[in-house]
């Protein structure tokens, strides 16, 4: 079964620090990867896709197949990315089937 | 974006008792939408999956008997959490695949359900 890790339940960095959100996942396979922000009394939506290769709001996240990472960065953090981040994972075929991780609140501090 | 609505947004009622909770997609058509249970300060976890005109996949551990998913058309499923038990409390969230949108999930704004 998949399986998404996100260690960090808390992460806080300064205005214009870099910060990195990390996600491990498990799945004996080529899975898609997600990462989803929930901004406070907002709804889940999607940041970026690892197959996109996208930039979006300034994040980037690599997909790291030997170490079955996928983190989220951003070399200069801004308080409105103040949020819930979900890194999910999607195997192929699934329909887009999401497995979620547990989760990063990442406070930018003025 | 595509937009996913629930109803209600929050609810409240006594043990024994069924909830039902809709989840629209209001502007786009939806053959596949998820529904999801949310602990406090805990992740999303998948329960199961709703296939318009057919039965709902359920996940493992997901009693089909207790959550009744019901697909009926392409904007609307329905989840119906019966004989609430106070356990059953959770905050409830849908969402709605667009085929469109590179399948894309949208993810509706959740319910809240407490169960006395």
């Known amino acids: 079964a998949q399986r998404v890790t996100q260690p960090e339940k808390l992460l806080s960095v300064f205005k214009g620090a870099p910060v990195e959100l990390k996600c491990n996942y498990s799945?004996?396979?080529?899975?898609?990867l997600f990462w989803y922000v929930q901004y406070s009394r907002q709804r889940l939506q999607l940041l970026l896709r690892?197959?996109s290769r996208e930039s979006i709001k300034g994040f980037t996240a690599d997909l790291n197949k030997g170490e079955t990472s996928f983190h989220l960065k951003k070399p200069f953090a801004q308080e409105e990315d103040s949020a819930m981040y979900y890194c999910?994972?999607?195997?192929?075929?699934?329909?887009?089937?999401?497995?979620f991780g547990s989760g990063t609140q990442l406070t930018v501090l003025p | 974006g595509a937009v996913v609505s629930q109803h209600p947004s929050r609810v409240i009622c006594k043990s024994g008792t069924s909830v039902k909770i809709e989840c629209r997609s209001l502007?786009?058509?939806?053959?596949?939408m998820f529904w999801y249970r949310q602990f406090p300060k805990q992740s999303l976890m998948l329960m199961a999956t709703?296939?318009?005109?057919?039965?709902?996949?359920?996940e493992q551990g997901v009693e089909k008997d207790k959550f009744l998913i019901n697909h009926a058309s392409l904007t609307l499923s329905t989840l119906t959490v019966t004989s609430a038990h106070p356990e059953d409390s959770s905050f409830y969230i849908c969402?709605?695949?667009?085929?469109?949108?590179?399948?894309?999930?949208?993810f509706g704004p959740g319910t809240r359900l407490t169960v006395l």
């Open positions: 709703s296939n318009e005109g057919s039965k709902a996949t359920y």
């Open positions: 999910a994972l999607s195997p192929p075929g699934s329909a887009r089937q999401l497995t």
């Open positions: 969402s709605a695949r667009d085929m469109s949108s590179y399948n894309e999930q949208f």
């Open positions: 502007d786009f058509q939806a053959t596949t």
């Open positions: 690892h197959i």
């Open positions: 799945y004996s396979g080529s899975p898609e």
